[in-house]
T-cell receptor, first 112, second 114 residues
Framework: AQSVTQPDIHITVSEGASLELRCNYS??????LFWYVQSPGQGLQLLLK??????LVQGIKGFEAEFKRSQSSFNLRKPSVHWSDAAEYFCAVENQGGKLIFGQGTELSVKP | DAGITQSPRHKVTETGTPVTLRCHQTENHRYMYWYRQDPGHGLRLIHYSYGVKDTDKGEVSDGYSVSRSKTEDFLLTLESATSSQTSVYFC?????????????FGPGTRLTVL
C-alpha cells in the first residue's frame, strides 16, 4: 500500500540556521510528490511539487526539495530559516486517481 | 488564492445529530475532495468527486456521505455525528487540465461533536 512517513514529529531550529525535513514514501510507480505548509488555523499551501525531470525542485519562500528514487525520499530544505517559517509541514504523494496520501506532518518551531 | 470557501467555519453539535458541511468553488474545477485532519494522522481522504453526481469513497469514508449536484458545490454530510468525528475538515479542488496535479485547499471547518 502507498504510504508517506515523516519521521520527525517536531523539530526546533534557530533562526538563520539551515533546515531539512525528512519524507519517505512507498509507491510502486513514479511518484508525484508534494510539500505543503500549514500555518496555525490556516489551510494548506503548496510549497513545491515534483512530477518528473530535474530531481532538485525549487519552491516558494526559499524552499527546495530533492527527489531520491534510490532512497524513496523527498526531503525539504531551506538554507536559512526565518521566524515566519514556524508552521506544520506535510509531505504527500499522489496515487492513481489523483488522490493525495499525506504524511503525519512535522511541526517546525523557530528559536530567536 | 484559489476561490474555495467552506461553511460553516466552526460548528459545535451533539452526538446523534446530522451535520452538513459545504464546500464552494469559483474555479470550475472538475475534482473536489474532502479530508479530515487529526493530530498524528496528517490529512486523510474521506470522499472525492470527479464530476457532477460522480463521487467515490476515500480512506475514511465510514459515517460520511457526499453529494455534488453542481460543479461548484460539494457537500459532506455526517448522518449521525459521533465524538470520533470531531476534527478539522478541509475541502480541496483540482483542475483536470493536463499535467497540473496541484490540489488547492480551503480554509477548513472545525467541527466539535459533544
Amino acid at each position: 500500500a502507498q504510504s508517506v512517513t515523516q519521521p520527525d514529529i517536531h523539530i526546533t531550529v534557530s533562526e538563520g540556521a539551515s533546515l531539512e525535513l525528512r519524507c519517505n514514501y512507498s509507491y510502486g510507480a513514479t511518484p508525484y510528490l508534494f510539500w505543503y505548509v500549514q500555518s496555525p488555523g490556516q489551510g494548506l499551501q503548496l510549497l513545491l511539487k515534483y512530477f518528473s525531470g530535474d530531481t532538485l525542485v525549487q519552491g516558494i519562500k526559499g524552499f527546495e526539495a530533492e527527489f531520491k528514487r534510490s532512497q524513496s525520499s523527498f526531503n525539504l530544505r531551506k538554507p536559512s530559516v526565518h521566524w515566519s517559517d514556524a508552521a506544520e509541514y506535510f509531505c504527500a504523494v499522489e496515487n492513481q486517481g489523483g488522490k493525495l496520501i499525506f504524511g503525519q506532518g512535522t511541526e517546525l518551531s523557530v528559536k530567536p | 488564492d484559489a476561490g474555495i470557501t467552506q461553511s460553516p467555519r466552526h460548528k459545535v453539535t451533539e452526538t446523534g445529530t446530522p451535520v452538513t458541511l459545504r464546500c464552494h468553488q469559483t474555479e470550475n474545477h472538475r475534482y473536489m475532495y474532502w479530508y479530515r485532519q487529526d493530530p498524528g494522522h496528517g490529512l486523510r481522504l474521506i470522499h472525492y468527486s470527479y464530476g457532477v453526481k460522480d463521487t467515490d469513497k476515500g480512506e475514511v469514508s465510514d459515517g460520511y456521505s457526499v453529494s455534488r449536484s453542481k460543479t461548484e458545490d460539494f457537500l459532506l454530510t455526517l448522518e449521525s455525528a459521533t465524538s470520533s468525528q470531531t476534527s478539522v475538515y478541509f475541502c480541496a479542488i483540482r483542475s483536470d487540465s493536463g499535467g497540473d496535479n496541484e490540489q488547492f485547499f480551503g480554509p477548513g471547518t472545525r467541527l466539535t461533536v459533544l
